[in-house]
């Protein structure tokens, strides 16, 4: 199977691998929304040199992360057209192209550094948080709102991060084998789209088969002991350092 390292655990004993769950998911969301907010290129800036510095920090290949980022590039690439095409505005006096705008391209590129600032920030959360403590950090969370099913919530946020780079890795695996066997060779796109989806998808429905059945046999039960969490004064420091940023973009 091909390595994917984006959405998997990386173990490691460095600051951000030792913070507290809640703590890290509270900055997950702050950096998240202030990718949502952000409007202005010293924004954008800001948020990246800090997910680098995270990074570092962290001492997650970054390099490998960054390779794993082109099975998003088609998705960036695809919702740059859309808004370049789309919306109206100045047209591009150096790209002669018909319907392509200035201002398409401009809300083009902010859309997608939002998309590849929260990419790059649940890679990092990912990284360095066990899946076990996640699904414990979204069961405390949801454990006081009366009839939602903590336990089973977190139990399906907890699979579905678990099976990304699975899938991934099995999709890079059989877009490979696809290519040896010719693929690129039909001229007939649907033809190759047909050949490249539903092989896809029947692997996806077979992985998750063998899942349930997996946890089954085992005897899983929402029944389980509460986790204990514990924050330090650095956890709450970086907890502050990423409200700031998220103040910081709101409100400029």
């Known amino acids: 199977m091909a390595e994917i390292t984006f959405f998997q655990y990386i173990y490691g004993d460095t600051i951000l691998h ?5 703590l890290k ?38 390099t490998a992360l960054l390779k794993d980022l082109r099975f998003f590039g088609l998705i960036i690439l695809l919702v740059i057209s859309i808004n370049a095409w789309t919306i109206p505005g100045d047209p591009i006096p150096t790209l002669p192209l018909p319907g392509l705008s200035r201002q398409g391209v401009v809300a083009g590129l902010r859309f997608a550094g939002r998309l590849a600032i929260i990419v790059l920030v649940c890679a990092v959360v990912t990284g360095t948080t066990p899946l076990r403590t996640f699904g414990q950090v979204i069961e405390w969370v949801l454990r006081p709102i009366p009839f939602v099913p903590a336990a089973r919530i977190a139990t399906m946020v907890t699979l579905t991060f678990a099976l990304i780079p699975v899938l ?37 429905l077979r992985r998750t088969d063998q899942i349930v059945e997996a946890m089954e046999a085992r005897g899983y039960s929402e029944v389980r002991t509460r986790a204990v969490f514990k924050s330090t004064k650095r956890d709450w420091l970086i907890f502050l350092l990423c409200l700031s940023v998220f103040l910081y973009v709101c409100c400029s």
């Open 18 to 22: 030792r913070m507290d769950g809640r």
């Open 25 to 62: 998911l509270a900055c997950m969301l702050l950096l998240s929304l202030a990718a949502s907010f952000a409007t202005a290129l010293h924004h954008y800036l800001l948020a990246f040199g800090l997910l680098i510095f995270a990074l570092r920090l962290a001492k997650l290949p970054w």
């Open 168 to 204: 991934l890795g099995q999709f890079a695996e059989m877009m490979a084998a696809q290519k040896a066997r010719g693929i690129e060779l039909r001229k007939n796109p649907v033809r190759r789209l047909y050949y490249a989806v539903f092989p896809f998808l029947e692997q996806m």
